[in-house]
Structure formats: structure tokens, C-alpha cells
């Protein structure tokens, strides 16, 4: 088999920079990206967070949206920025489907693991749309279970910093970057990879998850090819 990998881009990272809405140029950027793992023979899936649209907890804050209905709306958030993540890679010239865990049929696929696959052998990158299709849950959770259903190699978490500090970057000048992690240092409070739930899963299922700068041009391919030096990387040992 050759190479899969799955790579989770928080939705914020899509805000412009009033952190609302979809900056195409980040798109752009997104879609050249993707575009050098396709031409390079990695079969690419892509989880899409929905955080510069609402977010579930956020929505519900003031107790009046229940958190279960936050979530949804978070879920319907995701769809949105698939479909302009799928405009975008098509416009590279990048073959890609979406599928999306609540059946919306008329603007996607639903989600089929064994229908995924096949797009993935085929060479089209297949975005996961709607989360895991339950509140409560998190993209990161939804990205670290398809990773695993569509058995991807690792799970790229695509994110703003360059990987995991021991403290706050932004806050402390004396924040050091951790190369390497466990899952259990993952889950330490101050560090925080991804929710608990998230790295138990990939924990269970030995799926390393790689932590990098989504803005680091060609930093992707690099990890990918085993150069992790501009990321973290959490796993076993
Ligand atoms: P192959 O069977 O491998 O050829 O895959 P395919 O995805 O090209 O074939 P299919 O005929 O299943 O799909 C053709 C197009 O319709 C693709 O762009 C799909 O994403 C889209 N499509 C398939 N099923 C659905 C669906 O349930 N809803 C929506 N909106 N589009 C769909």
C-alpha cells in the first residue's frame, strides 16, 4: 500500500483575518499544498474544523441554544468549509469528493468508509464533512476516527504554531517546543494535542499524530516524507 495520511485544518485557520468566513487565498494556499501530496502519490484525506463559522460550545454558552444543537450547527459549519475546500482543490485541477456524516445528499456524498477508500485508490482526496455526525464529539475526534477507519498511516493536525510547547509561545519567551510526545504527555493539561477523547482513540490504534504550521510551505510533503523537524509528533515510545 502506499502512502495515506489524514490532515485535520482547524476552521479558524480558513478566517480572514477578522477570524470570520473563508479567506480564498488561504484556500488557495490550502490547494497547492494538498495538490504537491497527489502529485507525489499520497493519498490524502482532509478533516475541515468549523470554527470561523460557529462553534458548538461557544453557541451555547448562554444557555439558550441546548449544546447538542451547538454542535449541529458546528457540524453544518464543517460541510460549509468542505465544499469550499472541495471548490478549491478542484480548481487546482485536484480530483476530490465529499462525504459527510449526516446524509445532506443533494450537496454531498454520505459518508461510506469502503466508498472512501476506493476514491482514495483512485487518487482523489476525500474531504470528511460533518464531524463524526454526533454532538459532544470534536473534528479532532472525527479526524483521528477516519484516520483510523481508512487506515492512514498518521493524522496531521494542520494547525497556526509550529508544533507543541511546553507552555503558551505567545505568552512565554521561554517556551520550549517538544519534537516528541507520548500519548500521555499529549493529554497533560498544559499541552493538550487534542481533546482526551481524540487521543485515546489514536492511542488505541498506535496512529501517530503529527502537530505542524499549516502555513510552512511544503512542510506537509516534508513530514510525510519523515522529516519532522518542523513539527511534533506524538506516539508510543
Ligand atoms: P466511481 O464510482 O469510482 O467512478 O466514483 P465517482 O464518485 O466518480 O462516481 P459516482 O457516480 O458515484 O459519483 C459521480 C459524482 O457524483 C461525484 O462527483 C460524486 O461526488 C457525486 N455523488 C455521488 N453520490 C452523491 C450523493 O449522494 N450526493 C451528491 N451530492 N453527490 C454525489
Redesign the pocket.
Known sequence: MGKRVLVKFSGEALASENGYGIDTSILKFIASEIKSLVENEIEVGLVVGGGNIIRGVSAAKEGIIKRSSGDYMGMLATVINAVALQEALEYNGIKV??QSAIKM??????FIVRRAI??LE?G?VVIFAAGTGNPFFTTDTAATLRAIEIGAQMIIKATKVDGVYDKDPNKFADAKKLDRLTYEDAMNDNIRVMDDTAIALAKDNSLPIVVCNMFEKGNLLNIINGDFSKASIVTNS
Not at 445528499?105 to 454520505?110: G, K, L
Open positions: 469528493r465529499v445528499e443533494e450537496i454531498c456524498e454520505p476506493r476514491h483512485k482523489r
